[in-house]
Each structure stands twice: as C-alpha cells, then as structure tokens.
C-alpha cells in the first residue's frame, strides 16, 4: 500500500507542475512568450523574419542553388570552315543500244508485227532523252509507241531521231516498234529492218554535287545570340552553274545562283540554331561550286547573367536625410568621397565630369581632355558650368552648341541635348545620366514623381524646369539610410570544391564585390550594400564556374 501512495502522490506532483508551467506560459509577456517557444529565433515582431527561414539569431533572406555559371568574353565569334568543292557534272550517255530490229507483218506471217523493249532511267538526273536508229530497208509505214502511247507514225527511210518528252518518261518505260497489217492487199506484207538502235541521255552525276560541314555554339552562346551569318566566296562560271542551296539543320537558308567570284553572305535564323552542334549542307543540280573564305559570323548580346532578389524590412535601417550622397549631383562632396566617384568632387578640383561610367574608372574625372579622348565619356565631359571641354567642342556631348552631330550613339536624342531639343524644343534633357539610366536623359514630359530622377534637374532649349517641378505639389528630400547597427548581412557564396580557383564578381545593387579564391566558401558582410524593400545580386563570372548555394544572412549581432 505504501508503494502504490507513493506513486499516486508523484503522478499528482508531476500534474500540478505541468499545469503551473502552462499557466506561467500564458501570462508572459506576448513579445517573450514567442520567443520562448520559438527556441530565440524571431523576436515576433513580424519584421525579424524578412520573407526567409532564421536559425537562433540569423535569419535567411536567400538562399539559392545557382549551379553552373558560364563566362561569356567576346560578343563576337568566328567560325572557319574548310573549303567545300561540289559539282554535278552532266555528260551525253548510252542508256540502251540494240543491234539489230526486223519485225514484219504480212496476212499469214504476225509473228515478227512487233518488237518490244524496256530501258530505265534516274528521273531526277536524266534529261534530254532520244531514240535514234537506222533503217536499212523497209516496206509500208512503222508504228513506234512509248508506254502505250504513240511517238511516231509514218514511213522512215535512212537515219532517225526521235526526241522524248520529259513528261512522257516513267521509272521504267516500254519501247515498242510495230508494223500494221498490209490488209486487201494480202500480196505484200509490211517490214522494217532497223539496225543500230540507240537510247541516249544526258546524265547529271550527284555523287559530289553537296557536301556537309558542321559548327558548335555553346549553350551560353545560344542564349545569348544576336545575329549569326554565314559568309562564302564561290569560284564558278556563272553560264555554267545552277542554283547553289544552303541548309542550316535541314532547312534552306540560301538558294539562288551565287554571285561568282564574290563574297556573299546569308543571314541564319537563330530560331534554327541548336545549342551544341549545326548541321551545314551545301548542294548544287548543276555546274561547279567551289565555296572558299567560309565562316561563320557570332554576334553576341551583353550576357543577362543570372540575377536574384532578396527583400528587407525599413525597420532594420537609420535614416539620415541631412546627409549627402557620394556620387550625386547635389552641390556637395560628401566627405571621404574621391573625385572619380562624385561629380561635385571632380567639380571641386576645376575637373571635366563623365555622367556615364566609362572603362577605365579613372576616365570618369579628368583634368585636360585630349581631342583624342573625347570618345572615352559617350555622354560628353562637361565642367560645373555644363560646358564641354574646349577639345571636345561641337562634338556629341557640347550641350550648348547648337548642334546635333553624326558621332553620337543612337539614339542621339539621349547624349547630346541639342538633338533632344531638335525632336522637340519642349523636350526636356538631364546634364548627367539619370539614376534610371541614360534612356530618360530626354523626356518629352516630367511627371512630378519622375522630378528625382535628374539630381540636378530637367530642363528645356530655354533652360526651363518643368512645371510639374516647381509646383509646390513636388518636394523631395533625399534620404541616406544605413543599416542599424544592431544587424550585418552577410553574403556566402559555397562552391563545389576547394581545389580550383574561383574568380567571380558579385554585383549588390551596382556595388560590385571580387572573388578569387580557391576555398570552397566565402562569406562577406555587406551591410553598406543593402537598402530598403528589394536587393539585387547578379552574379558575374570572370570564367566558367560551378556554385553549389548563393546566401544571404540577416545576423542579430546585439
């Protein structure tokens, strides 16, 4: 009995417990109780878990399997083919002789009335078909049909030609000489003694007449194709030749009778290229090819390579709208900026500004501009005056000229304002490329929302602002913003091996971040490339990589 007490007064303890534990759950604070049950992975706000999984005090906002990543160096391809030499020769020939013919029809002798043949042709390769033969001696008129169709009727004497139409030939056809019955006059018979009966033709030996070649695009390159020519020399005699035929993957892309002796080219639709290997076929029906100088022309688009986005809540980030951006037009050089990032710096420093990034980034700020350097700012330098250089004048770029010159880009309306106002007097233009991009340098119109756009603002020929930007309904305050400095983001790149060198470049949000490595991870904090709402991060090879997971951690550091 002792026993059995002890048990019931431990499983009474054991009840009471579990129950006080569950009332003490309840009546914690909401923001502690979760906590407490999600074992420290979220505060619970709603905002920690930023759309991605969280492990104790780090939260996954991506987290991607990206795999093979292919370099792409040159946005033009060549491909040599060999020589190809094709021709179909066409030579006169013997398609059936026979020696000898007597037939004779009399009124008791039917017997020899007739004699039947058979001869074959190639129909595709044999044309100009006769029939010739020599009559020695003969009495009455002869009968001579072609597949039970008569081809001649009457008397011959001496030598014969019989020409036969094309449309009267089959595979295999039945040749038959006949002489008719004298009839009332049963005392002569009818007969023909025919000697060196021939069948000739002229016949086109394919055997050489097409040759195929074969060429291989990458599947990178397939993706990204922009145009893809084939160009070709042919040596011929332009009397002598047919059409020349060209197939990519057995569909024709180029049939006429080649220009010979000049460099032709024909244009392949790149729906019909196949990534890995392509099929050429040339072929000609008559005369002599040959095609030397054969290649294959690759132009390649600016390869998208492959691009993710992550999201972040405004919660995890301090705004600071007093302080200025390095790398706006704004009238500030913010400190710790150089003059190759920020036009008021360059500006500061009595420089030439590029608003577009150029190649060399020291291009982008310089101090004298040879008239051989011009070319290097697409856009054109301007000083803080606007103006262009004086080496640079009336060249795409001198905003103030008056003239819209043949060496800008097109559309020329986006890099030099005196094409945009010659679309347009009341077009508006933007001094340096907007923060979209050089596409909305020149606006037709500027929405109040869109007034942002140009730091230093739009203007029109009568340097005008628009009016949606002076109306008091417009007011923008730029507004720094950096990450708080309770969180880092964290950036791992996990590779398939530690053997091979890695050499990528990761673009966050136009900041660009290099890799070189031969560890198989790599991790960086990029909390001064975040912001608010949605990031970006597209990958850049420098060559062919393999990339196991792409990650990005959100990490309670306090």
């Known amino acids: 009995m002792r026993k059995g007490q002890s048990s019931s007064s431990a499983a009474a303890f054991i009840a009471i417990m579990t129950v006080l534990i569950i009332l003490y759950i309840l009546f914690l604070p909401p923001d502690v109780r979760d906590e407490l049950l999600a074992d420290g992975t979220g505060s619970g706000d709603g905002n920690w878990n930023g759309g991605g999984s969280s492990t104790g005090t780090t939260n996954v906002l991506l987290r991607e399997t990206v795999g093979r990543v292919t370099y792409v160096k040159d946005s033009e391809k060549y491909y040599d083919i060999p020589t190809v030499r094709i021709y179909a020769p066409t030579s006169g020939q013997l398609l059936k002789g026979i020696p000898s013919i007597f037939i004779k ?29 020599t009559v020695k001696e003969h009495t009455g008129p002869m009968t001579i049909s072609l597949n039970g169709r008569s081809i001649f009727n009457g008397e011959v004497d001496g030598n014969k030609f019989l020409r036969i139409s094309d449309s009267d030939l089959y595979a295999t056809n ?52 922009e145009s893809v020519t084939l160009y070709f020399r042919p040596v011929c005699t332009l009397s002598d030749v047919g059409p020349l035929e060209i197939q990519l993957n057995r569909r024709t892309i180029f049939e006429s009778v080649a220009d010979c002796g000049t460099r032709s080219f024909a244009s392949l639709d790149m729906e019909n290229i196949d990534a890995g290997s392509n099929e050429l076929k040339f072929s000609v029906e008559k005369g002599s090819y040959l095609l030397d100088n054969l290649m294959v022309k690759v132009l390649l688009e600016k390869p998208t390579y492959k691009t993710y986005f992550f999201d972040m809540a405004d919660d995890f980030f301090s705004k600071d709208p007093q302080r200025a951006r390095c790398g ?20 500061r420093h009595n420089g030439n500004w590029c608003g577009l990034p150029t190649n060399n980034i ?67 233009f933007c001094q340096e490329v907007p923060i979209t991009g050089v596409s909305d340098k020149c606006r037709a119109s500027v929405s109040y929302t869109q007034c942002d756009l140009c730091p230093s603002g739009y203007r029109d020929e009568d340097n005008s602002k628009p009016r949606s930007c002076t109306s008091a309904a417009y007011e923008y305050v730029e507004q720094e913003e950096s990450l708080d400095s309770d969180y880092d983001v964290k950036l791992l790149v996990r590779f398939v091996n530690d053997e091979d060198r890695k050499r990528i470049d990761i673009n966050i949000n136009g900041h660009k971040i290099s890799i070189d490595t031969r560890e198989i991870e790599y991790e960086r904090i990029i909390d001064e ?15 062919d990589v393999d990339i196991a997971e792409l990650r990005i951690e959100l990490i309670k550091v306090s």
Do not use: H
Not at 184 to 212: L, R
Not at 328 to 347: A, H, N, V
């Open 362 to 428: 020291n291009d982008r700020c310089v101090y004298y501009v040879d008239p051989g350097d011009c070319d290097l700012c697409p856009t054109g330098y301007y000083d803080k005056n606007d103006d262009a250089p004086d080496t640079c004048e009336e060249r795409c770029g001198d905003n103030d000229d008056g003239i819209c010159p043949n060496d800008c880009p097109n559309p020329a309306s986006d890099y030099d304002a005196d094409c945009c106002y010659e679309e347009n007097p009341d077009y508006f």
């Open 328 to 347: 706006d037009d704004d009238g500030t050089c913010p400190s710790g900026c150089s003059d190759i990032k920020d036009p008021d710096c360059c500006f």
């Open 105 to 133: 029809n009399a009124l008791f002798d039917k017997e020899q009335a007739s004699y039947k043949t058979t001869f074959d042709i190639d129909k595709k390769s044999t044309t100009n078909i006769m029939i010739s033969f």
């Open 529 to 543: 490339y975040v912001r608010s709402g949605s990031n970006s991060i597209e990958i850049l090879p420098v060559e």
């Open 174 to 225: 039945d040749l038959e000489f006949s002489v008719p019955n004298p009839g009332v006059a049963f005392w002569i018979s009818n007969k023909y003694s025919i000697e060196n009966v021939q069948i000739t033709g002229d016949v086109t030996d394919y055997t050489s007449s097409y040759s195929t070649q074969y060429f291989t695009i990458t599947q990178t390159e397939k993706e990204n194709l």
